[in-house]
């Protein structure tokens, strides 16, 4: 990466957190996660990271961890990270399968020496048939790492995850595993938990608010959205659904005024099986997943149900 790489790359970071700042009042506590491909890859890192926390945002890594040796987890301390996601893709033998032999103890040891820095720390896990009987081994290896938690999420069928749609979940397999889930509630080593909006809804007992507008649930387009590195905006990382690119407009004017971020956020314009759930305000299932499901059939659907949601209750 050259120096002119390096400078749009920073450009473009200044134009989210000012598009955002100048543009917002800064009431909540707005938080900004990298992620990738692998962040500390990238040699302006810090530089970033040091513009953004001074303009007011905490700060979230993804990393799977392989370049964290004890230097750059006090690097990441000093830069004030609020916390660190590592990823794992199961026990020691599922992990190397999938990114080479070595890389699972490589990715431990860049786990311990944040947890020894005392960097919040966080192991996230895409859940497939390949690895979903392996909770509990990892359930005990985040306790044993110390790790403030571990989450697991479904596998999305698109990008690097398309190769791998015959492992995805079935509806029965996802009802099964979150159940399996339920007996770590409680932990009181290590918080037991999951980013999918369906992993909540077998525990809700109260009665949920019919609302046309979302009050919890998938993130997609209504409580954030991503920015690539050339300043392209998507919903959500993982839904190839650009809105727009901040070089070229307003990022106010996107979040107020897209038809596509609007759409994910009106009830009346989710599709039937999901529209009238009696979950939808606090779930809708994951739009990243609905439209991978629909692009594999050729169309470009992003508000039909989750394919995979075992939940549907009329209203």
Known sequence: MDCREICRAIDNIKEAVQSWVTEYEMEMSPSFHFTGGEPLLRKELFLILDYVRGNGFSIALMSNGT????????????AGVSDVQISLDGVEDTHDSFRGKGSFQRTLEGIRNLVAQGVDTNINLT???VNMEQVDELVHLAEELSVSAIAFSRLVPTGRGKGLSSQALTTEEVADFYSSLRKHKGNDKVIVTSRDPLAAIADIEEEIPQTEMPIGGCAAGIFGVTVTSDGTIMPCRRMDLPVGNIQKESF?????????LWSLRKREKYHSGCNSCRYW?????CRAIALAYARAIGEDDYLGPDPQCPYYESA
């Open 252 to 260: 106010r004017e996107l979040w107020a005024e897209s038809p596509v």
């Open 281 to 285: 305000s606090v779930c809708r299932g």
């Open 127 to 129: 859940v497939s048939r």
């Open 67 to 78: 370049l964290i040796d004890s230097d750059m987890a006090q690097r990441i301390k000093e």
